[in-house]
Each structure stands twice: as C-alpha cells, then as structure tokens.
C-alpha cells in the first residue's frame, strides 16, 4: 500500500505494480487522488485499488449545509472520478463505515449529557479488518472498476448504535432525536448509505464493542 504523498511525480510509487489508495477525508480527497494517479501512471503501475463509501454516487451534497455535515461523499464521489480517469488500471469498492468511526463518534457524542442523534439516520457498520481483507483479494486480481459494495451484517439506527456503546460502558445519557437541514441529511434518511443486500460482514457492532469496550 501507499499513501497520496506523490507530489506528481514518482516519489513513493517508484517500483510499485498494485497500489491500495485508502487516504481519506472531508475535502481535498480529489487533489491526493490526482497527484496519486499521476505518479502511478508515470511509474507504470499495474493496477490501482481505491477505497470509498457506498452511498458516494447517492447523497446530494449542494448547499453549504451540506458540505458542512457531509462533505466527505463528495470529496470521496471526486477521488472516484479521478481515479476512473486516470488511464491506470482501477478498482474502486465502496464500504459501510467502519465500526472503528462508529465507536470514535459514540465517544465524543457520549461526553455530553444530552446527546443530541441525527433523526432517522441509519448506518450498517463492518468491520475494518474484513474490508481489508477483500481490498487484499481484490489487490492481487483483475482491475474490476467499480465493484460491488460492502456492508456489515445489520442495519442500526444512530441512537441504537449511541446506546449500545452507552450499555457497555455502563453509563447513562439523554438522547434527543434531532431533524437535519438539507438534500443530504435527507438521502441519509432514506438510506442512501446503506446497502442491506450487499451485507457481506460478518461482525456486529455488539461484538465489536465486546472486544474493544467491554
């Protein structure tokens, strides 16, 4: 694997033949990808293996309202496109968010005394240890493109994913169901981000956090 640190020119891809792209945030994902893709493509890379987040293709992000909360699709639609464009061999496989994120946000969230939870907002976390292997199996494939998605076994609502952690830290919070403003916030409540037919996980949020939490 290696990071987008290219620069535009063959620094830190000279030699390779499969690139894993797994850098990622809420904006300027479309720059590394791009200096990315152009070192690959001088290094004569093979084949080039992108990371992104189902629902990237599906959730607006038009309005300023949008872009503050979930900027991170777009930037992650813009890599994708970047990356298709780029001449180099691609696969792309979108995920789930991971349980590790899932489990970063339920900590800050749980530091106040009332937890105000996007309304309607469901998520299907998966487990970062099996995305990776199946970035792995498809790594040492055939360039693929897009590829289908991969989700974790269920679907939970933020607040239950909230409580959940909340049980196994034995604390107790007010939870206050909050409507989101915008296009975006409502895709995600009509599950943009989800993919129930693409539930190739295997482990669950509740094992998840008997193994890092309980």
């Known amino acids: 694997m290696t990071s987008p640190r290219a620069r535009g020119s063959k620094a830190g891809v000279e030699g390779a033949e499969i690139i894993v792209h797994c850098a990622g945030s809420s904006k300027g994902d479309e720059d590394k990808a791009r200096n990315l893709v152009r070192a690959a493509a001088a290094a004569g890379a093979r084949h080039l293996v992108y990371i992104s987040v189902v629902g990237a293709d599906r959730i607006p992000v038009v309005s300023r309202v949008d872009r503050a909360m979930f900027g991170y699709y777009a930037s992650k639609l813009a890599a994708e496109r970047v990356v298709a464009e780029s001449g180099v061999p691609w696969t792309t496989l979108r995920a789930t968010q991971f349980h590790d994120l899932i489990l970063m946000t339920a900590r800050q969230m749980a530091r106040l005394p009332v937890i105000p939870v996007p309304a309607g907002f469901g998520f299907q976390p998966v487990d970062a240890d099996e995305v990776a292997a199946r970035l792995v199996e498809l790594a040492l494939g055939t360039p693929a493109g897009l590829v289908a998605d991969m989700a974790g076994p269920r679907v939970y609502g933020m607040a239950e994913l909230l409580r959940g952690y909340l049980r196994a830290r034995r604390k107790r919070r007010v939870i206050v169901p909050v ?36």
């Open 179 to 214: 409507r989101l403003p915008g296009r975006a916030a409502g895709a995600l409540r009509a599950g943009a981000n989800l993919a129930p037919d693409r539930a190739a996980g295997g482990r669950t949020w509740e094992e998840f956090l008997a193994d890092r939490v309980a």
